[in-house]
């Protein structure tokens, strides 16, 4: 099937300071990423839509100037959390959708972020 | 509103059968998603039913009524590393997972 990766895994960073991740399609081309956040016990929540050569379309409620995120290419969309604070401290996980019609995701490993 | 249920734990025995529920109410309807996920990794897919009835894929089996809004996961012959969440999702009419909360399945030896 097919495959993504996310980078970095793991991230501690002090309170203030920015945070990138990426997320890349290693073996197709996805013009659509979907940019997800977890908190511990709790189910996946859709962040934004990740549109390659476009703007992003962010969920109500998520702060598009705080959660940054640019799709320059077909296989690489990254999501930049600005001025992280504790509270962003959760799971993100990237996912694209492969080719089958049904629109199958196929999810990146995901980032741990830790704010402290 | 659109929404997913699903218990939120379950616990199980080694080599026994469990079946995970699912019920849904969404905008439309394009099929429903079975995700496993181990702590701290990313959800894997095991599933996906758009018509009525029960699909099998070796242990797990996963069935649909749309009538019904209700959906199962079926897993046999239990094993540890079964132990994970399991998320049930919806996709709706404009094509947007819907996603429960996930089934917390504890197997016990």
């Known amino acids: 099937g097919a495959v993504v990766s996310q980078h970095p895994s793991r991230v501690i960073c002090k309170s203030g300071t920015s945070v990138k991740i990426e997320c890349r399609s290693l073996?197709?081309?996805?013009?659509?990423m979907f940019w997800y956040r977890q908190f511990p016990k709790q189910s996946l929540m859709l962040m934004a839509t990740?549109?390659?050569?476009?703007?992003?379309?962010?969920e109500q409620g998520v702060e598009k100037d705080k959660f940054l995120i640019n799709h320059a290419s077909l296989t690489l969309s990254t999501l930049t959390v600005t001025s992280a604070h504790p509270e962003d401290s959760s799971f993100y996980i990237c996912?694209?959708?492969?080719?089958?019609?049904?629109?199958?995701?196929?999810f990146g490993p995901g980032t741990r972020l830790t704010v402290l | 509103g659109q929404n997913i249920d699903q218990p939120t734990e379950m616990t199980a025995t080694e080599g026994a059968i469990v079946q995970i529920n699912c019920t849904y109410q969404?905008?439309?309807?394009?099929?429903l998603f079975w995700y496993q996920q181990h702590a701290g990794e990313a959800p894997t897919f095991l599933s996906y039913?758009?018509l009525d009835g029960l699909e099998e894929k070796g242990r797990f089996s996963s069935f649909l009524s749309r009538s019904k809004g209700y959906s199962y996961l079926l897993l046999k012959e239990l094993q540890m590393k079964d132990s994970a969440s399991y998320l049930c999702?919806?996709?709706?009419?404009?094509?947007?997972?819907?996603w429960g909360a996930g089934t917390k399945l504890i197997i016990k030896p």
């Open positions: 969404t905008s439309g309807f394009n099929g």
């Open positions: 073996d197709f081309q996805a013009t659509t």
């Open positions: 039913n758009v």
């Open positions: 990740s549109n390659e050569g476009s703007k992003a379309t962010y």
């Open positions: 999702a919806a996709l709706d009419s404009n094509y947007q997972l819907i």
């Open positions: 996912s694209a959708p492969g080719l089958a019609e049904y629109n199958e995701q196929f």
